[in-house]
Each structure stands twice: as C-alpha cells, then as structure tokens.
Nanobody, 114 residues
C-alpha cells in the first residue's frame, strides 16, 4: 500500500530552478527518513539528497549548495528545491522511503537544456 508520487519536473534552461514534490501514502510518514534519487539515461540510479525523520539533511557533492530537500509532515510530502540547474542534472527523479521493501514510483523527468 506504500505509494510515492513524484511531480514538478519539466524542461528548464541552465541556471533555472524547479521544485519537485513527492506525495507519500500508505505508511506513517513522520517516522521515516526520505531520499531523492535520480537516474540519467544509461546510468545507475544515484542518491542525491536525504532527510531524516528529525530534519537532518545530506546531499551528494554534485548538488550541494544548489539543491535543498525538505519535508512537510502535515502533508506527507517531501520536496526537492533545485536551483542553478545544469545539463548534468537531467534525469528522472525519484523519491524513496528508507523502509523495507521496494516502493519506486514513476519518477518525474527533469530536463535541463538550452
């Protein structure tokens, strides 16, 4: 019954911004750490940002200083604010709950191109 629905992706020029959302359901959101992953064509899925149940955050070096992960426990939603986007950020972005099982959603496509 776990469901993760990503949204907010799109086409943006280099240097632009996007805010991704992940709506979670089917589990007690407030007690779980949440992650954002991304997967570019022909590449493996990589962890880009994490936020713990208490709000502590971590980022991949490639996005540090540009991306901000946050969560709204009242809305069961995790966000990824992406600023200063680069073509290398082009990927399908997925959220994930740090929980037993495999709950990958459909992801949301982010394309950074001029």
């Amino acid at each position: 019954q776990v469901q993760l629905v990503e949204s907010g992706g799109g086409l943006v020029e280099p240097g632009g911004s996007l805010r991704l959302s992940c709506a979670a359901s089917g589990f007690i959101f407030i007690i779980y750490d949440m992650d954002w992953y991304r997967q570019a064509p022909g590449k493996q899925r990589d962890l880009v940002a994490s936020i713990t149940r208490s709000g502590s955050t971590n980022y991949a070096d490639s996005v540090k200083g540009r991306f901000t992960i946050s969560r709204d426990n009242s809305k069961n939603t995790v966000y990824l604010q992406m600023n200063s986007l680069k073509p290398e950020d082009t990927a399908v972005y997925y959220c994930q709950v740090r929980r037993r099982g495999d709950y990958w959603g459909q992801g949301t496509q982010v394309t950074v191109s001029s």
